[in-house]
């Protein structure tokens, strides 16, 4: 017995050693590739010694003899901290995703190999200007220099996923960098899914109930939409209501770029002029809205420019402060929601399925074949086709296999499809403007994706829209709104509008200028800019901050761009709850009356705030939730699940009755006539149910956060048993879909797990003020680290998740002084 022990002993003895030695082991591996802050490298392609210098948070500040050689310095600190990030996202565009991933990411790949964004980008170098074409250059010399080092002296292969996902690190061009300009403008793209789902509704429900779910730009006479079952008669109601296909990968899919309509962008912007500023300065603050993600896709630097230096917020593998501030200027961009997206459905000749009608007759596509490269797999060979409308894409994606008649394809143009891009060129002049008309003038080279642009210099504010604007014929049969006949040449684009048609506001007499996604002026059809907007609510509560002060501070900056109250909820609890509040006695403990009526009260002195720690925020999202699935879909059926998330216009057209909307509260298969207040009742009890189940009985112990988490998930190892562990960034958050703070919500149809989970919100918050520039600060979601066993993966998630801010110095013996180290870059002989 004693020498069973003894063995039992060793053994165990042996498996722990052993155990400790293979932890050891991959540590060791996986550090490697941890970059030293505090290093001297020898490397070619820079004229004199480059400094970057990195504050306690690791952002670095780079500094240079030249432009260039800063440039230069920004590629190898971007490469350092994001190499990963930084191929994925060039796969990603390439369609390359697949000799990595294998046949999971077949579909993606396949999508952005028809819109072909990465040649266009290859084609778009040659039209840069010179200063561009040199920081492009210079940039690309930056990360290939670390990608060489990396290899020389064996640092882990660059990223510990790389050991993971064999393949090689191919060195960086610059037309990569343009091409993760356009794959940005992917993400931010919406109006051909709001095309198909406004054609399969007003053909399922008819124009007058469509208006009710997209109510769209008033101004613009929606009620009036063309009738699309009449444009295309081969189309069958079975067809119509297919249920939607997802435009990339799958539900939920991580590596897929194409965001569905209500995750397609959105963000915060507002100016303060001298003559609303406390201390005569002018004020900028500003929060761009994208997917969360760990890393997060936004990386803070300070570039030493011989124009002046310049910090903000950068995208790894763009040589560019996208959003920031210069010695002289300051800027922001929010989701300018212009209709640069047109579908045409091109018919095909029934002889010569090779050939599509045009204006002027039957015309061949250009074809090109594709051969996708898959891990593990057969390669995948794709015919890609286009129109003179633009490139085909295939029925599976997007839906639309339910809008495309038999005997069509449909073909999209949009603006991002555009081989002569200058975006870069323009974002580059951005850096080096000194006021706020240089600024203006320079962002006329801008292309896509389309952006309101807020600026401000030492005395002056203004908005500019920047992105080709389509000119559309005014006899245009369907205005942009749904799929078109490609052949119609009043359907088609006739070029853009000179820059000067873009919405332009300078100075206000308000002195004040804001945007947060919402319709910023009133104009005809065809310089509408757009019939679908991203906000209506959010504007009225930024209105509401602003005018509570004659004059205003970068601290009321800051609590306006972390303000947390919904003024959706405010403005439908009274409307949905009118007739239940305080009805009937007390009901019995334990009663789903009981529960329901508790609610009620807590909603009834409830004044709106998405606290994470309250539970009326909550019990309010579950229940409109589940009250617009009950109101839409007896109508919709399998179409259901087109709108993922509730709509607060829908709901106050339903429960105010606006145009008969008040129709929806009746269930079109009973015989009994339901009323508005009967289903604001039962879907208030589904909701509680639902709710009790997952977070238990005591509704007072709910908590908003335990729901509504931000998800700084992994793309790729989030999904990975133990590893998602290490690798995902989990906090509790305030907010909602509807606050100025805002956290999107995940949505999803009826039975979805999880469906408050913050996906979707400001990755960066900056808040900029011209008297004291050195006042300014900043803020990005995880950390400027890619690497999950680096302290600065996401030391900086823990400062915004608490709503606070590190300042960027423009001062070089501040940004010297302190911090975590100084690579110095020197040239090699």
């Given at each position: 017995?004693?020498?069973?022990f003894?063995w ?26 941890l ?13 004199g010694?480059v ?5 306690t948070w690791?952002?670095?500040?780079v500094?240079?003899p030249?432009d260039?050689?800063?440039f230069f ?10 190499l ?5 996202l ?15 990411t077949?579909?993606?790949d396949?999508l952005?190999r028809r819109?072909?964004?990465y040649t ?7 039209v ?6 040199n ?9 290939n ?8 002296r064996a ?9 993971l996902?064999?393949g090689?690190?191919?060195l960086w061009?610059?037309?990569?960098s343009?091409a ?10 919406g ?8 054609a399969?509704?007003s053909?399922l429900i ?19 939409l063309p009738?699309f079952?009449?444009?295309f ?6 067809q119509?209501?297919m249920?939607?296909?997802v435009p990339?990968?799958?539900p939920g899919?991580?590596?897929?770029p194409?965001n ?8 915060n912007?507002w100016?303060?002029?001298v ?6 300065g002018?004020?900028?603050a500003n929060d761009?809205h994208?997917?969360?993600?760990a ?9 030493d420019l ?6 903000g ?12 501030r210069?010695?002289?200027?300051g800027w ?11 579908l045409?459905?091109e ?15 039957w ?7 594709s ?6 797999s057969?390669?995948?060979?794709i015919?890609?086709?286009w129109?003179e409308n633009?490139?085909?894409l ?5 839906s639309?296999a339910?809008v ?38 320079t ?6 994706p389309?952006q309101n ?13 920047i ?9 245009s ?8 006949p490609?052949?119609d ?5 006739d ?7 873009n919405p332009?506001?300078?100075?206000p007499e308000?002195g ?7 319709k910023?002026?009133?104009r ?21 901050l602003m ?5 205003h ?5 800051i609590e ?9 909820a405010?403005l439908l609890?009274?409307?949905v709850?009118?007739?239940l ?5 007390p009901?019995q ?13 807590l909603l009834?002195?409830w004044?709106?705030e998405?606290?994470?720690h309250?539970?009326?925020p ?13 109101l ?7 179409s ?6 509730m709509e607060?216009?829908f ?9 008969g909307?008040?129709v929806?509260c ?6 009994v006539v339901e009323?508005c207040?009967?289903i ?12 009790t189940?997952t977070?238990?009985p005591?509704i007072?112990?709910?908590?908003w ?19 998602r ?6 906090q509790s ?10 956290g999107?919500?995940?949505g ?5 797990r999880?469906?408050?989970?913050n ?16 006042a300014?600060v900043?803020?990005?979601s ?5 690497h999950?066993l ?5 030391d900086?998630?823990?400062?915004w998740?608490?709503g ?14 302190g ?11």
């Open positions: 017995m004693l020498t069973l003894r039992l002993l060793r053994i165990a003895t042996a498996l722990v050693v052993l155990s400790v030695v293979v932890v050891v082991g991959v540590y060791y591996f996986l550090s490697r590739s970059p030293d802050y505090d290093a001297t490298w020898q490397v070619r392609g820079v004229s010694t400094e970057i210098a990195r504050n690791a952002v670095p500040h500094f240079g030249t260039a050689d800063v310095g920004l590629g190898f600190a971007h490469a350092q901290d994001r990963w990030q930084m191929t994925i060039r796969r990603t565009v390439q369609g390359r995703l697949s000799e990595v991933f294998g046949e999971r077949v579909r993606t396949e952005m819109l072909d964004l266009l980008a290859q084609e778009s170098v040659a840069q200007d010179n200063d561009t074409l920081a492009l250059d210079a940039y690309a010399r930056g990360v220099a670390w990608i060489n080092l990396v290899n020389e640092l882990g292969r660059g990223a510990p996923e790389y050991f996902f064999p090689e690190i191919g061009q610059p037309a990569d343009i993760i300009v356009k794959l940005m403008a992917v993400q931010l793209s109006h051909l899914e709001n095309e198909v789902r406004r399969r509704l053909a008819g124009e007058e109930r469509t208006v009710d779910l997209m109510p769209g730009d008033p101004s613009a006479g929606m009620a009036a009738d079952a009449s444009l008669p081969g189309l069958t109601d079975t119509l209501a249920a939607p296909s990339g990968e799958a899919e991580a590596l897929s194409f569905s309509i209500e995750m397609a962008g959105a963000s912007a100016a303060a002029g003559l609303r500023s406390a201390n005569g002018t004020l900028l761009p994208l997917p969360f993600a890393p997060s896709i936004w990386y803070l630097a300070r570039l011989t124009s002046g230096a310049v910090t917020g950068t995208i790894p593998g763009i040589p560019v402060v996208l959003v920031g210069s010695e002289a200027l922001g961009l929010t989701t300018a929601y212009l209709d640069d997206q047109d045409f459905l018919e095909l000749n029934p002889e010569n399925p090779q050939e599509y009608r045009t204006p002027d007759g015309t061949a596509f250009e074809t090109r074949r051969i996708i490269t898959v891990a593990d057969d390669p995948v060979t015919t890609l086709r129109s633009g490139p085909i295939p029925g599976t994606h997007y639309l339910a495309t008649p038999p005997g069509h394809v449909a073909a999209l143009s949009w603006t991002a499809l555009a081989g002569d891009d200058t975006s870069l060129s323009a974002a580059i002049g951005l850096m080096r403007a000194q006021n706020v008309d240089e600024a203006i003038a962002m006329e080279r801008y292309v896509a389309a642009l807020t600026l401000i210099d030492r005395e002056h504010i203004a908005m500019q829209m992105g080709r604007m389509p000119r559309r014929d005014a006899a049969p369907t205005r942009g709104m749904m799929p078109a490609g052949a040449p009043a359907a088609r684009w070029g853009f509008f000179p820059y000067e048609s332009r506001f300078v100075d308000t004040l200028l804001g945007n947060t996604n919402n910023p002026l009133d005809p059809f065809p310089l509408h800019v757009s019939f679908n907007w991203g906000d209506t609510v959010r504007i009225q509560r930024w209105v509401r005018r509570q002060r004659s004059v501070t970068r601290e009321s900056f306006a761009q972390l303000d947390t109250v919904s003024q959706a405010r609890l009274p409307l709850g009118a007739e509040w305080f009805q009937g006695e009901a403990p334990g009663t789903s009356e009981s529960q329901r009526q508790l609610a009620l009260q009834a002195d004044n709106g998405m606290s994470e309250l539970p009326e909550l019990i309010y999202a579950a229940w409109m939730r589940e009250l617009q699935f009950r839409i879909r007896d109508e919709l059926g399998p259901v699940d087109m709108f993922t998330h607060p216009e709901l106050e057209r339903v429960f105010r009755n606006t145009d909307a008040g929806w009746d269930v079109v298969q009973s015989a009323t207040v009967d604001a009742r039962t879907a208030m009890d589904a909701a509680l149910l639902d709710l189940r977070y238990g005591a007072e112990s709910w908590r956060g335990d729901a509504h988490q931000a998800t700084h998930d992994h793309p790729v190892l989030g999904d990975v048993p133990i590893l562990h290490f690798v995902n960034i989990r958050t305030s907010g909602g879909d509807h606050t100025l703070m805002r999107r919500t995940a999803g149809p009826p039975g979805t999880e469906p408050f989970l996906v979707h919100g400001a990755g960066y918050r900056g808040v900029y003020d011209m008297a004291d520039p050195e300014s900043f803020i990005i995880t950390g400027e680290s890619g999950p680096s302290r600065h993966y996401d900086l998630g823990v400062l998740r608490r606070e801010y590190i300042p960027m110095t423009l001062d070089p013996d501040l940004a010297r002084a911090g975590v180290g100084i690579t110095r870059l020197e040239p090699r002989q």
